[in-house]
């Protein structure tokens, strides 16, 4: 027979193995198989390869809709502006009178390729030379402080009686809200359009509410985007929706 004291320390060696064991089934418990984290990371990139795309777009969006909304504050501003101090804001605009526009809309710093075209720009389904005659726009561009440029024309109306365009007292205020460098440079995408009524020295944007002005064109003229095979202006009727909708560049593809 086992001694008391060999016997106590063969009670020591049978718990110790107990413990023992139950700590390595406690770690086999607790740790991965190679298998598990590959199926992991698998579904970790599955699930990033679905919603970044997303995220990029909604910060692309996010980010166009506040370059609209900060143009129609700069634009609604500098013409108001001019309004309260009487300026004839027809010929200032025609004329390009650079020091009194500078006056009323901070210039910016960026430089602007002389030869940037109308040519340069498509409309909203991609035609390029998009500005067919339904405006006179005044080149070159007019640089504003974040990058955006501002060009003024003079937005002409169809004449029937002898088939051709006559120029009207209506001015137009156009605003690449991302700059000339870059993409898409589509009328109702990036490219958007207001145009100041001496009628009554208010600036709106083009849009269905815009028809109220019965004696421009046609209502084919504000409807967003339009359609490219009847006009070449198709876009021009998109500023009024981008600014009300909030979800509008959301559904466009950049």
Known sequence: MLSD???EMWKRVVQYDNINKRNVLFTRKSAFTLAEVLITLGVIGVVA???????????????????????????QDGIGRMVADEVNISD??????????????KDGSCLVPQDKKEG??????GVHLAGGSAQTIYWPPYCLTDGMLLWFATLNDWNSSWDGWNPTDYTVLIVDINGWKNPPDRWGKDTFFWFYSPEDNRVRPFGKSSYILKKIITSNYYACPGNSELMSEAGIGCTEEAINDESYFKKLKF
Do not use: C, G, V
């Open 49 to 75: 390869a679905m919603t970044i795309p997303t995220l990029i777009h909604n910060y692309k969006a996010k980010e166009m809709r506040t370059r609209l909304l900060r143009a129609n504050s700069i634009i």
């Open 120 to 125: 340069n720009y498509y409309n909203y389904d």
């Open 92 to 105: 200032i605009l025609k004329n390009r009178d650079t020091d009194t526009i500078r006056l009323y809309f």
């Open 5 to 7: 004291k060999n016997n």
